[in-house]
Nanobody, 124 residues
Framework: QVQLVESGGGLVQGGASLRLSCAASGGTFSRYSVGWFRQAPGKERSFVAAVMSNDANTYYADSVQGRFTISRDNANNRAYLQMNNLRPEDTAVYYC?????????????????WGKGTLVNVSS
């Protein structure tokens, strides 16, 4: 079973950057697809970005394409989400997720391991 711990959230002004980190333990990290989801106040959790285990392809939600970059460091069991040009609408709790499934649909819609989340608050 994989354990995930997020860090790097905080309060920033619009236009700023943040880098979220996800530390994984308890499994062979390179075998897992890893991604980020977020949940804004009063809204359901939604997909942000993912990087697959088998081919390292990356996927992004339209709302963050071109501003956010997901990456992974298999040697150190970590995944990252670099967030640039943050907007107030990016305010949410960001969750790291991992799954042994190597396809986008399988990762987004299948069962996953979850971290407890880190809060990102972007002021206008």
């Amino acid at each position: 079973q994989v354990q995930l711990v997020e860090s790097g959230g905080g309060l920033v002004q619009g236009g700023a950057s943040l880098r979220l980190s996800c530390a994984a333990s308890g499994g062979t990290f390179s075998r897992y697809s890893v991604g980020w989801f977020r949940q804004a106040p009063g809204k359901e959790r939604s997909f942000v970005a993912a990087v697959m285990s088998n081919d390292a392809n990356t996927y992004y939600a339209d709302s963050v394409q071109g501003r956010f970059t997901i990456s992974r460091d298999n040697a150190n069991n970590r995944a990252y989400l670099q967030m640039n040009n943050l907007r107030p609408e990016d305010t949410a709790v960001y969750y790291c997720a991992a799954s042994p499934v190597g396809s986008y649909n399988g990762f987004v819609y299948g069962e996953k391991y979850w971290g407890k989340g880190t809060l990102v608050n972007v002021s206008s």
